[in-house]
Each structure stands twice: as structure tokens, then as C-alpha cells.
């Protein structure tokens, strides 16, 4: 008789999101400017598509019979996508505010 191992969710996909939210965040709150403010909003952007990465392969391993789900994941992602939402939010804020002033640094 086989053991088979059952499918867990892809942490790896949803631990890079979370960095690089945390990153998008830290960039726009130490650092000042548009130029930075754009960083910021593309690591947001970065930590999206790992979210849907993270989606997509957690919907793949779900198809099969023998899957377990994860309570971290299920918290992970509604985490990561606040903080990938508050690290677009704060890149975007940088840029408009250097666009109204009329200064792009």
C-alpha cells in the first residue's frame, strides 16, 4: 500500500507577497519623492501578482482529493493583499503629492 502525502497550500508564493508588501510599505514610509513613491507602487504591484500566483496554485492543489488546508494561509493572504493594498496606496500618495506640487524627485 502507497501513503500519500497530502497537498498543502503554497507558502513559498504567499511569504514573497508578504515581503515584498512589507518592502512597498517600508520604501514609501523611510524614503521620500515621487521617484520612490513609483518604487513603492511597482513592489505593491510585484506583491499582487505573487497573491494571484498564490491563488492560482492553492485553487491547483485544491482540485485533488487530498488537500489540507492552512489556517496561516487562509490569514496570510487576507494579509497580504491589506498590506500590498497599503503599499500601492502609499507609492500612489508620493507621486500625487510631487505631481500637484509640480516637483518630481
Given at each position: 500500500m502507497e501513503f500519500v502525502e497530502p497537498n498543502k497550500p503554497p507558502l513559498t508564493w504567499l511569504l514573497v507577497s508578504l515581503g515584498l508588501a512589507v518592502a512597498g510599505i517600508?520604501?514609501?514610509?523611510?524614503?521620500?519623492?515621487?521617484?520612490?513613491?513609483?518604487?513603492?507602487?511597482?513592489?505593491?504591484?510585484?506583491?499582487?501578482?505573487?497573491?494571484?500566483?498564490?491563488?492560482?496554485?492553492d485553487a491547483k492543489r485544491q482540485e485533488s482529493g487530498w488537500y489540507t488546508p492552512s489556517a496561516f494561509a487562509d490569514w496570510g493572504r487576507r494579509a497580504a493583499i491589506i498590506l500590498a493594498l497599503v503599499a500601492v496606496a502609499a507609492g500612489a500618495w508620493l507621486i500625487a503629492n510631487d505631481v500637484a506640487r509640480g516637483v518630481w524627485t
Open positions: 517600508v520604501v514609501a514610509l523611510i524614503l521620500d519623492g515621487a521617484t520612490i513613491g513609483l518604487v513603492a507602487w511597482i513592489i505593491g504591484v510585484l506583491s499582487i501578482s505573487a497573491i494571484a500566483l498564490f491563488t492560482a496554485a
